[in-house]
């Protein structure tokens, strides 16, 4: 599990530290309620096969789309 602690909170966006030494900006909205500088975020990252799938066929079309031309 990936973990990252928010180092700050800037008016409305939360400066979350990683190990690492990387920061991830992310709007405190979509933080839970209550979280606060010093707390410890858990990330539980998953792919989206079905989001994936629409952006390689929509790159797949612009693609097409550009080399045939609108016949």
Same mark, same amino acid.
């Not at 973990?3 to 990387?22: L, N």
């Not at 990330?43 to 929509?58: G, H, P, R, T, V």
């Given at each position: 599990?990936?973990? +990252? ?9 939360? !400066?979350?530290?990683?190990? @690492? +030494?990387?920061?991830?900006? !992310? $709007?405190? *909205?979509? /933080?839970?309620? +209550?979280?606060?500088? *010093?707390? !410890? /975020?858990?990330? @539980? ?6 989001? $994936?799938?629409?952006?390689?066929? /929509?790159?797949? @079309?612009?693609?097409?789309?550009? /080399?045939? *031309?609108?016949?």
């Amino acid at each position: 599990m990936l973990q +990252g602690t928010i180092d700050r909170i800037e008016e409305s966006i939360a !400066v979350i530290a990683f190990p @690492d +030494g990387q920061k991830l900006n !992310v $709007s405190i *909205g979509k /933080l839970p309620h +209550g979280c606060k500088q *010093g707390d !410890v /975020l858990d990330f @539980d990252i998953a792919k989206n096969a079905d989001a $994936s799938m629409k952006n390689q066929e /929509l790159a797949r @079309d612009v693609l097409n789309e550009i /080399l045939n *031309g609108n016949q």
